[in-house]
């Protein structure tokens, strides 16, 4: 049935909380029968009722069912802690929006439970947000509705604010789950914290929150596609695999496909505005926004694919292991970056080393990069691979790239790590030879870890097995860096590349090389060398 009398039947049969199969109405993909009405079970939908309690109470009644659908119609549900159950699926309906309330002394979310040892608090508790679950199977929260977590917390700490949340969506060690056709706005620390839950699926979102958008952490069987996540201070997509479930356990098989990431001014994607006038983060720099791994990383991230993404006004991507985890076959592609306020490409194998001790320093190896064009990106952090001394990135390839810097650097701000210059939470001040950059093997992983760098295009240091085609780096403004530096590397190949150059400026640094080759790259002539502890062309 269809058209108006078909919908009236539709939310009729919701507010009976009866089977639409029994009468024979099919419900929409991903919605499963028994209806269950929150009106039924009390919920005004008023925007000042707290409407917690009913709607519990709608999910118990579905799960006792055996399942079912919590439907919401059109209203604003003021709402503290909503605990999801096994196979049942929460629809918000056109024009519905579940609101986080301000806690009071009358009321608040759920505590938050412990915290752990080894990374920040807000990724090692769950039960402290709007909606959460936790040893779940099949469960589902659905659109076309809204989530609007305007009375959550950005920061909670284990002594409080009392009775505060800080997350939308929060789940733990579930599996089967279906997050799709919604829109989020202002979800606290984490907008969706996913740890340990397997078979995830999340579509078609719009996330428009004030720190992490969406953090997949310890998960297995990922999908995210069609969505899109404006997170202005923080990352909008984040991979983990943290200690926070007691144990390490990695992060697997993931897709991310068709979704953009962007770092526009708070709450202006959702509004429409795409507002651009807020100029840093928190740390200084230009808004985060990006995709990354890490920085928890004790169990490691294996066969990962991205595609088909734009970056905007947004830090680019950053593969990060540093807490003892293998980070190992991943697949980057079809990725479009404009106005990039950090590095476009990031890969970091440090040794912070958060984590029971004796756990030895993880690996970062076979990375496959291509199809990447980046445009007005920070000069002051070119493409990065960095490993640690005796612990090289492995097996790296990169073609058909082309990156254009806003340039108008040199080694004089490489030497003198100007304080305008620098991140003043990340970066070591204070000057240095220009090359002589600090290893930081201990320091939380970013881009601006290393101040401003010697390379304009792309540095790398202690890395082995390197491949570049068809990459291309250049500037707008001149930059009298050198395109390329590379440091205790091995086995470097770079095939038909082609980099702007200042006059007087070298193309190629190599310090402690072995097994450098070029062919058909501009403007150097094609070369091989065996080994050298210095050369530049």
Not at 50 to 67: C, E, F, K, L, Y
Not at 241 to 252: D, N
Request: hydrophobic content about 40%; some cysteine; aromatic content about 8%.
């Amino acid at each position: 049935m269809t058209g108006p009398a078909g919908r009236r039947s539709f939310l009729g049969y919701c507010a009976a909380g009866v089977s639409l199969a029994a009468v024979g109405v099919s419900p929409a993909k991903g919605v499963s029968p028994p209806f269950h009405d929150v009106r039924r079970f009390g919920a005004r939908g008023d925007g000042t009722t707290i409407d917690s309690p009913a709607i519990n109470r709608a999910i118990d009644a579905a799960a006792a069912a055996g399942g079912g659908t919590v439907y919401f119609p059109a209203g604003t549900y003021a709402c503290y802690t909503i605990r999801l159950k096994s196979d049942v699926a929460l629809h918000l309906g056109p024009g519905a929006t579940i609101l986080a309330a301000a806690p009071t002394a009358a009321g608040g979310y759920d505590p938050p439970g412990p915290g752990n040892t080894y990374q920040d608090f807000g990724h090692s508790h769950w039960r402290a947000a709007l909606i959460c679950g936790e040893g779940l199977v099949n469960v589902s929260i659905l659109g076309p509705g809204r989530i609007d977590g305007r009375g959550l917390v950005p920061r909670l700490e284990p002594a409080g604010p009392p009775g505060a949340g800080d997350k939308a969506i929060a789940l733990k060690l579930c599996r089967g789950v279906t997050i799709a056709d919604l829109t989020i706005v202002a979800g606290g620390h984490i907008a969706i914290l996913a740890t340990g839950v397997d078979n995830l699926t999340i579509r078609d979102l719009t996330v428009d929150t004030i720190r992490d958008g969406i953090n997949i952490d310890c998960c297995r069987d990922v999908h995210i596609s069609g969505t899109t996540v404006n997170a202005f201070n923080d990352d909008a997509i984040a991979l983990k695999s943290s200690y926070a479930l007691g144990f390490a356990r990695i992060t697997e098989n993931v897709t991310i496909t068709g979704c953009t990431v962007s770092g526009y001014d708070v709450g202006t994607l959702a509004g429409g505005t795409f507002r651009r006038a807020d100029p840093s983060s928190w740390d200084g720099d230009g808004p985060f926004g990006r995709i990354k791994f890490g920085t928890e990383s004790n169990g490691g991230f294996r066969a990962i694919v991205i595609s088909g993404v734009i970056f905007d006004r947004c830090r680019g991507i950053s593969l990060e292991t540093v807490d003892g985890g293998v980070l190992e076959d991943v697949t980057i592609a079809d990725v479009t970056m404009r106005e990039v306020t950090s590095a476009p490409i990031f890969l970091r194998l440090g040794a912070r080393l958060n984590g029971p001790p004796g756990v030895p320093v993880g690996k970062l190896r076979r990375i496959a990069i291509s199809n990447v064009t980046a445009y007005d990106a920070d000069p002051r952090y070119p493409c990065t691979i960095a490993g640690l001394p005796g612990h090289r990135v492995e097996d790296v390839r990169i073609r058909d790239v082309r990156i254009t810097y806003r340039g108008g650097l040199s080694l004089t701000e490489a030497a003198a790590q100007p304080a305008e210059l620098i991140n003043r939470f990340f970066a070591v001040p204070g000057a240095r030879e220009p090359y002589a950059v600090p290893e930081r093997a201990e320091a939380p992983p970013e881009p601006a870890m290393f101040g401003v760098l010697p390379a304009y295009g792309f540095y790398i240091r202690h890395a082995e097995h390197l491949a570049m085609n068809d990459v291309e780096v250049g500037f707008t403004a001149q930059d009298r860096r050198p395109a390329f530096v590379l440091d205790d590397v091995e086995d470097a190949d770079f095939h038909h590349c082609r980099a702007g150059k200042a006059a007087g400026s070298p193309t190629f640094v190599l310090r402690n090389v072995t097994g450098f080759t070029t062919r058909d790259t501009h403007p150097v002539p094609d070369t091989h060398v065996g080994h050298t502890e210095l050369t530049e062309l």
